[in-house]
């Protein structure tokens, strides 16, 4: 079974400044996908962002891009000019995709982003 | 666009109640799941859906039971509720799998459950 690590448990981060969230993972596999969720005080779990595992090029979308390793099963998460809108939870994220994927997602526990006015 | 919709929002329980959890969604997804988030743990599968038919049981199935007879529904059914099934709750589902973003989860806005 694949596992996901989060190992920061809280984070804090002055606005406009630059933060890195870390993700590792375990898996045998070489087919899959990695997110980053992004869970505000409403709950609501909003995709942040997206990578692939057999493309090199890491994935980036405006502020948020992300550091995929994939020899040493790294995923890590910068966020750019942090916003105070960007407190929240964030959670990592794999999904496999032999057999079909439709298993879903396997997540970390998280790590809680502080911004700081 | 509604996306996923569940409901209750909010639910006390007492133990040993029965009730079911809402979730529809209107993106016509052939993929819906079942997650519970308890605090500091992230999310935990419960049961998924490939298509109406078709269920099965993800990491954390025990007291819980699932049923699709659309391509729409997926509820989530607690029988005998126990304090340990105090969660919130989220539903999600996806087109499928693979690259151009069909296996990117839409989730609901999740149900607070208290079972005292």
């Known amino acids: 079974a694949q596992t996901v690590t989060q190992s920061q448990p809280e984070m804090s981060v002055q606005e406009a400044e630059t933060v890195t969230l870390s993700c590792t993972y375990d898996t045998s596999e070489s087919d899959y996908y990695l997110f980053w969720y992004k869970q505000p005080p409403s709950r609501q779990m909003i995709l942040v962002i997206r990578?692939?595992?057999?493309?090199?090029q890491n994935a980036t979308e405006n502020r948020f891009s992300v550091n995929f390793q994939k020899a040493a099963k790294s995923f890590s998460l910068k966020i750019s000019d942090s916003q105070l809108g960007d407190a929240a939870m964030y959670f990592c994220a794999y999904r496999s995709e032999s057999g079909g994927g439709a298993d879903g997602l396997t997540f970390g526990k998280g790590t809680h982003l502080i911004i700081q006015p | 666009n509604a996306g996923v919709t569940q409901t209750p929002k909010f639910r006390i329980l007492k133990i040993g109640q029965s009730m079911t959890l809402q979730c529809t969604q209107d993106m016509n997804h052939n993929y819906m799941y079942w997650y519970r988030q308890d605090p500091g743990m992230g999310l935990k599968l419960i049961y998924y859906?490939?298509?109406?038919?078709?269920?099965d049981k993800g990491e954390v199935p025990n007291g819980y039971n699932v049923s699709r007879s659309t391509t729409e529904d997926f509820p989530l059914r607690l029988e005998l509720a126990a304090p340990s099934q105090t969660s919130v709750y989220f539903c999600?589902?996806?087109?499928?799998?693979?690259?151009?973003?069909?296996?990117?989860?839409?989730f609901g806005a999740g149900s607070r459950l208290t079972v005292l």
């Open positions: 990578q692939e595992a057999y493309k090199q």
């Open positions: 999600a589902s996806s087109a499928g799998t693979g690259s151009s973003g069909a296996n990117v989860l839409t």
């Open positions: 859906s490939v298509g109406a038919g078709i269920t």
